[in-house]
């Protein structure tokens, strides 16, 4: 449900009130009972940042930095990282006594 900002003509005081998109507007004021009440027009308590969305509905890459993107591998699942070198077998001496 959203968040409604109502400013009162008569007292000036605001008031947030969360309601349904259906639910009638308020027109009395809490704070001295004036039917004077309007809803403002406010900013949303979010924002969009970032390169956006594919219609696939993954990220976009982040660029390189070349100045390249790395196309899109389609999956959500991190990349695995690589398998480790095998360690070295130790040199056999061979030593007379």
């Given at each position: 449900?959203?968040?409604y ?30 039917e ?19 219609k ?42």
């Open positions: 449900m959203p968040l900002e109502y400013e009162c003509g008569v007292c000036h005081r605001r008031t947030e009130k969360i309601q349904k998109f259906s639910a009638e507007p308020l027109t009395t004021c809490p704070h001295c009972g004036a004077a009440l309007e809803r403002t027009i406010t900013a949303p308590s979010f924002q969009f940042a970032g390169g956006g969305w594919y696939d509905l993954y990220s976009s890459a982040k660029p390189a930095a070349g100045g390249e993107s790395k196309p899109s591998t389609g999956t959500s699942e991190p990349a695995k990282p690589a398998a480790p070198a095998p360690a070295a077998a130790p040199a056999a001496t061979s030593s007379k006594d």
